[in-house]
């Protein structure tokens, strides 16, 4: 297993579109193998590939404290939501900044698990966020994108003056 880097914002790779996995097999199954390693060394809830550079339809999350409930969801896909609320939500991308948005507190997904069957999965609270987040990933965008312009940019003035200092 490898813990693989982290692209952080305002890197541009983080707005690609990731393309459908085609075939599930032994490269992808490694991939969710240490994108998993990854995600609970950083320490975080989420990761999609696009966050790690690998721009395939592919996310990993375990939102319990225990990390004994690992998701993967390859080519996911938001059947129905439902409800609304609000959360702080944080990101491996952006470290260090949490900002509260608006998401549907229950989603249905289908996907693909990791040995390439299809699955249904029923999702509420933080994990239906979580997936959201991931998926949002997955096309190109950030939870910086449903703030304003402002704060998206004192986000990105901050986070680059981090980035000179630790270079």
């Known amino acids: 297993m490898s813990i693989l880097q982290i692209l952080h914002y305002p ?7 990731a393309a ?20 609970y060394d950083a320490p975080g809830i989420g990761l999609a590939a696009t966050q790690v550079n690998v721009h395939r339809r ?28 609000q959360m702080e939500e944080g990101c491996l991308s952006l470290p260090g900044v949490f900002e509260a948005v608006e998401r549907a ?42 703030l304003s312009q402002l704060k998206r940019t004192r986000i990105r003035k901050k986070l680059e003056k981090i980035q000179k200092q630790s270079s």
Do not use: W
Request: some cysteine.
């Open 11 to 17: 890197d541009p790779r983080l707005r690609n579109v």
């Open 105 to 146: 507190n229950y989603i249905e997904v289908q996907a693909q698990d990791q040995y390439g069957q299809p699955i249904e999965l029923e999702a509420d609270g933080l994990l239906a966020v979580c997936i959201q987040h991931e998926i949002d990933h997955l096309d190109g965008k950030l939870f910086v994108d449903y």
């Open 58 to 85: 592919l996310l990993v999350a375990d939102v319990s404290d225990s990390r004994s409930e690992p998701v993967c969801l390859i080519n996911p896909v938001i059947a129905t939501s439902s409800g609304a609320d």
């Open 20 to 39: 459908p996995v085609s075939t599930v097999d032994d490269d992808i199954r490694r991939l969710v193998d240490d994108m998993f390693d990854t995600m």
